[in-house]
Each structure stands twice: as C-alpha cells, then as structure tokens.
C-alpha cells in the first residue's frame, strides 16, 4: 500500500497532529499539499480543502489508515507519543493475534491504527482465512514493557509505511465483488456479512471494508476526509494488465500512462502506481 492522501480543514494543526504527535516527519510541503512519512516513504498526504465540509455521519469512506512499525519498541514510542500530546483521540487497543494495535482519531475525525506484526510464522491459516481476534491489549503494560529511552529522546526513529487501509462501505457483499472479483485480491477473512478482509501475496490484509459504521451508505460526496488510497505493484507491466482486467470488468478508469485511477462503488478513489 501507498500513501493515504486525506482532505483537511486545517493544514497547520493536522500537520503538527501526524508530525508532533504520530512522530511522522514532515518530507516536503508545496503550497497547499504536505506529505509526511518516515524515510524517504510517504505515509499520509494532506491537501488543504477549507472549502469543504465534514463528511456526513455514517457515510462511507476511510475507517482508518494503518501505520506499520518495525518493531514493538518504535510502536510504543509512537502511541506513548499520541498518548502524551493527544490523549483525547486515543480510541482504543486490540490484540490481533498476527498484531498487536493501538486505535486513534485525528483533529479532524479521520482514524489511525498503529500497529506492529507478528512473525508470519506465528500467524495461524485454515482453508485460506487467517485467524484473527480482537482481545485486550493494555496500552500502559504494553508501553511500560517496549517503550526504550532512546525511543522517548527520538520517538521518530526506524521505519514505518502503510500496512493497510479500511474502509467505511455500504454493504460488504459489493465490496467483495469489487475488491476481490474484479480487483484481484484475496479474501483472507471476514466477520459474517459486517466486514471484509482482502490481500495480495499471503499478508493478513491490504485493505478492509467494513459496514459497521454505514451499512447502506450510497456514494460518497465530495468532503473532507479521504482523497485517494494508493496501491503499489512491482512494474508498469502490471498497472497495465490491471487496467484491461478492469476494463473486462467495465470499470471506469483513469490512465495517463504511469498511474491508473478508478473508482469503487462508494466513489472512493482508488490510484495505482508502480514500485
């Protein structure tokens, strides 16, 4: 997954929220677009849009960006960052069985999960579903355990990228059928007809689409909030190939020779790129 391109209100506060706060660092900002992430890797892109208004309650959309760590120590520097400057938008925290993951909201209503992966080897497969749960993590234990000096004197060090990205859809059935039939991933799991969970190259999941917050949402219109979700393949051979399966598919798409643009059922826009 690429970078996670969101709508703001106000650019100054929600670049110091990603920068100061989720311990992002500010790589480049050209007028009204700044780009954060960790590295020389993109992670979340802000476009200044004051002229729009919040999304509509229950509509779909972005349910939250997912910020991959490295190791458990760069995570706990960066939730006992947000704990610390923002403890408002903390939301919550799960062990996953293949993560563990802390739940947050930004200034401007947006989610973020920061989380860290078990081995591969310590996740558990039947019939081609992961095993996944949803159990108590307690923030304090697990910072008290991980959190280091060094990451406390320098809570932006180590690597970071998108691991996943889920989305507020209207119902799941649709979601399936683009994502997985006509997109290409693969269903790795799912939570009866309330949530899906899909993948490329045997991961736990690329991307989510759940309905538990806007079952029966309708297309989405133009707001503040997600602007664009990134998807990432090795060559412009496979944008290419992507581009004619979708085409198969009569999907819309976008193509000025380097990207490929198109959009899901609830108008939330999809852009492919190359590696």
């Known amino acids: 997954m690429g970078a996670v391109t969101l709508r703001v209100g106000n650019l100054d506060a929600m670049i110091a929220y990603y920068r100061d706060a989720v311990t992002l660092t500010l790589l480049s900002q050209h007028g009204a677009v700044a780009v954060l992430g960790r590295g020389s890797t993109p992670i979340v892109i802000l476009q200044h849009a004051p002229e729009l208004a919040a999304a509509e309650p229950r ?149 989510a689409m759940n309905t538990w917050n806007s079952a029966g949402a309708g297309k989405r219109r133009l707001a503040l909030g997600l602007g664009e979700v990134d998807i990432i393949l090795p060559t412009v051979d496979d944008i290419g190939a992507l581009g004619e399966r979708m085409s198969h598919f009569g999907v819309e798409t976008r193509h000025d020779g380097q990207t490929l643009g198109f959009d899901d059922p609830w108008g939330n826009q999809i852009v492919v790129r190359n590696a």
């Open 59 to 207: 509509s779909s959309g972005l349910f939250h960006t997912a910020i991959l760590f490295d190791t458990q120590a760069q995570l706990a520097a960066a939730v006992y960052s947000v704990g610390t400057k923002h403890p408002g938008t903390f939301t919550g925290s799960a062990d996953h069985l293949v993560s563990q993951a802390f739940y947050f909201t930004d200034p401007e209503g947006n989610g973020i999960e920061l989380y860290w992966d078990r081995d591969r080897t310590a996740w558990s497969w039947s019939h081609g579903q992961v095993e996944m749960a949803t159990l108590y993590l307690d923030p304090n234990e697990f910072i008290g355990e991980h959190l280091t000096e060094a990451g406390q004197a320098d809570p932006s060090a180590g690597n970071a990228i998108v691991g996943h990205v889920h989305l507020s859809v209207g119902d799941v059935a649709t979601a399936r059928r683009f994502y997985v039939d006509r997109l290409g991933f693969e269903a790795t799991a799912s939570l009866g007809g309330a949530a899906l969970f899909v993948s490329a190259g045997g991961y736990h999941h690329h991307m």
